[in-house]
């Protein structure tokens, strides 16, 4: 007993220093088994510290992508057209007493209802029997709905005749009664071959039938240089071709093409 009075300090402190070894001794133990835990590969199924982390699911960004979408590809903002805002619309009182909306005024508001050829028709009628004198007539702005009156007139073969549409430069069969005569025309320098029943024809020009609804009214055979009067403002008609009517304000020149739909 006398020992441990004496030593009982240097026992428990021997006492400690073992436990510290040996928990030193457990922490290294322990390291290893986790060590070599991390490095071995999952076992597929197995249970515990040796299971493998599951597979994250892709994410759905549809939704994301969608406003990503409207966000760079924002509409065009329109400020023309029906857009009463920015475009007030004007109520003109037509005759009868109703209100009609004007949403286009002046050219914009013509509406072409029909254009219609304009030809040059020269025909041969028969031969005068008064040797080599050919019985013509001929027709000019004639567009096949208002045909003018034919003009007669006579001619003769390399004789450039009173109208000057023509020159007879040949005849085929008989010179008393010939089934085709060929003509040269000097305005265009072409040739064509006319019989009795096929007169030679070419296109000069056209005219449109105009309408213009925030006054009600129509303007029919409307020709090239004709004016017009829109809402108290001056226009001339400057081309017309098989499709579409140009007109030019007098004014400021500015030019609107209408179509013909």
Not at 71 to 95: M, Y
Not at 114 to 141: C, E, K, L
Not at 239 to 256: C, S, Y
């Amino acid at each position: 007993m006398q020992f441990l009075k004496r030593h009982y300090e240097k026992i428990v402190l021997c006492l400690v220093l073992l436990g510290l070894a040996g928990s030193a001794i457990w922490i290294k133990v322990e390291i290893g088994h986790v060590s070599s835990d991390i490095s071995a590969p999952p076992t597929k199924g197995r249970e515990g510290r040796g299971r493998g982390p599951a597979a994250v699911p892709p994410l759905d960004l549809t939704a994301d992508q969608q406003a990503l979408s409207q966000i760079t590809n924002a509409p065009a903002v329109v400020f023309s057209g029906d857009h009463n805002l920015f475009n007030p619309v004007t109520w003109k009182r037509k005759p009868n007493g109703e209100l009609l909306k004007l949403l286009k005024s002046g050219p914009d508001a013509l509406t072409v209802l029909n254009i219609t050829p304009r030809y040059t028709i020269i025909s041969f009628d028969h031969a005068s029997g008064n040797g080599g004198i050919y019985v013509m007539t001929w027709q000019i702005d004639a567009d096949l709905l208002h045909l003018p009156r034919k003009i007669q007139e006579y001619a003769k073969v390399g004789v450039k005749p009173t109208s000057g549409l023509y020159i007879i430069r040949g005849i085929k069969g008989a010179a008393d009664d010939p089934t085709e005569l060929d003509l040269e025309i000097p305005d265009t320098g072409d040739t064509a071959a006319v019989t009795k029943d096929k007169p030679y024809q070419r296109v000069d020009g056209y005219v449109a039938d105009l309408k213009y609804e925030p006054e009600g009214k129509t303007m029919g055979r409307v020709r090239v240089n004709s004016p017009l009067t829109l809402d108290g403002e001056s226009y001339n008609v400057i081309e017309i071709t098989a499709n579409a009517v140009r007109v030019q304000a007098t004014k400021t020149n500015k030019k609107t093409v209408i179509r013909w739909k």
